[in-house]
């Protein structure tokens, strides 16, 4: 690197040019560099990995560990709105003056090792961690397990939360491939947690080879429940009368199950209270998923990308009770299986709101309306018809549409890609902090 950065924001712009392909599995590179740096931890590490349900698990994780009094860092991917997102210390985000200088560390070790962006910053907040006298440390993985980069990291616990069809051009394109990428995080006699309730024959058989302590849903733990409250059940230990998590969701009992099994096998190097873990649970917070806010018309956000969170977030939007219209804000990446997504929502939407995104794997708007036409929905005709389908260039316009027609008896969907989701949070930012600006103007 010629020049060394300055800020958060140049390091960030460098990083991006740094190697010639965005992603690059394998860890031969990113370990030589942890050698280099002496990364290493003597607390507990918990390594979480799956198709969806990864960021739940690491946030409830976090929240019950804070309850606690534990000092926490989460590492987590991708960010909605600032990098920052993606390092927690003690339940704060780590400030920019932190990780700038971990970056200048990274890049003063690497040498002549070439680094993608996610193995370069994973490695800065990685040392920033091994460095910060944690008593926990949770660690979100990137993409697949195997050869990803947070895999450098021999876990005390590893969760695999679900296994569905994603980054096939990665990972393969069946449930017993992508398993065994997956099971990839696991180790030779430590836990091995999988709360999928159907998993594939390739991550028990790869837990078993290697000598892992597997802990399967519905075998190993489970949970029972009514309306008003839950149980957990583990091999030996059982938490009872417990508050639903805070994040709302179908498959959230299973996310908080794969958590209470983690802090089961933790119990004596990290125990945690009955009070703790409800408090915990009720407390957890996690933007973009299933994430209902206050106000008329309902606005829900959710970073669902693939068809088993489309699934996901179809049974949600379901259970929400009687809407006269549904508007759908969406936008997704061009190697997504935009067609299986379409396929569970396209009963739940009567407006589409299509977005471009701002990458070039992004696929466009116009392209996402091509394939809605072809999987058979068809737009009304007229300023009051009951379908439509728009296109828009961002996110913003495309979620101003679908505010300035839906009544307050409606309800509007942002989903698909993280870029959709952020980039209406940015504008409904934007528009409070406009409206504070003007109401503290017209004050005397």
């Known amino acids: 690197m010629q020049n060394t950065p300055a800020t958060l924001a140049d390091w960030l712009a460098q990083l991006e040019t740094l190697h010639p392909k965005a992603i690059d599995l394998g860890l031969e590179r990113v370990a030589r560099v942890r050698e280099r740096l002496g990364i290493a931890f003597d607390c507990p590490v918990i390594t979480v990995g799956g198709t969806n349900g990864k960021g739940s698990t690491c946030a409830m994780l976090e929240s019950m560990l804070l309850q606690a009094g534990y000092k926490v860092g989460l590492y987590t991917s991708p960010h909605l709105l600032h990098f920052n997102e993606r ?18 560390a990274v890049e003063a070790a690497r040498g002549d090792v070439s680094l993608t962006y996610f193995e370069f910053t994973t ?3 990685l040392r920033l961690f091994a460095q910060a006298g944690l008593d926990a440390v949770i660690l979100e993985v990137g993409l697949g397990g195997r050869l990803d980069a947070v895999n450098i990291i021999d876990a005390d616990v590893a969760i695999v939360t679900s296994v569905d069809i994603d980054h096939q051009e990665y990972l393969g394109d069946t449930r017993e491939q992508i398993g065994f990428e997956k099971a990839g995080i696991f180790r030779a006699g430590r836990a091995a947690i999988c709360s999928d309730p159907v998993p594939p024959k390739s991550l028990v058989a790869h837990a078993e080879a290697i000598g892992a302590d597997l802990w399967l849903v519905g075998r190993d733990f489970n949970y029972s429940g009514d309306k008003q409250q839950w149980n957990y059940g583990g091999r030996s230990q059982r938490r009872n009368s417990l508050g639903y998590p805070s994040l709302r969701g179908a498959n959230q009992l299973l996310n908080a199950c794969a958590a209470l099994a983690a802090l089961e096998v933790l119990r004596l190097r990290l125990p ?5 873990v409800r408090t915990g649970l009720v407390l ?13 018309p309902a606005v829900v956000l959710d970073v669902a990308h693939n ?14 009770g009687f809407h006269r219209f549904t508007y759908a804000v969406f936008g997704a990446m061009q190697d997504k299986d935009i067609d299986g997504v379409i396929a569970h929502l396209k009963g739940d939407v009567d407006h589409w709101c299509l977005t471009d995104l701002p990458l070039p794997r992004a696929a466009s708007a116009e392209s996402i309306k091509a394939r809605l036409l072809a999987a058979g929905v068809v737009p009304g005709a007229g300023a009051d018809a009951e ?14 549409n679908a505010l300035n027609r839906a009544g307050e008896n409606d309800r509007i969907v942002v989903f698909g890609s993280f870029l ?9 930012q934007q528009v409070r902090s406009q409206a504070d600006k003007a109401q503290s103007s017209s004050q005397p």
């Open 284 to 296: 957890v917070d996690l933007p973009g998923r299933f994430q209902v806010l206050p106000g008329r």
């Open 123 to 125: 490695l800065a907040i």
């Open 307 to 320: 068809p088993h969170a489309a699934a996901t977030l179809a049974q949600n939007l379901g259970n929400m």
């Open 87 to 104: 390092a927690r210390v003690a339940g704060e985000p780590v400030a920019d003056a932190a990780l700038v200088e971990q970056f200048a």
């Open 272 to 276: 945690v209270g009955a009070q703790e």
């Open 420 to 428: 959709t989701v952020a980039g209406v949070m940015e504008a409904r």
């Open 387 to 400: 379908s439509s389908i728009a296109c828009f260039a961002t996110p913003a316009d495309a979620y101003a």
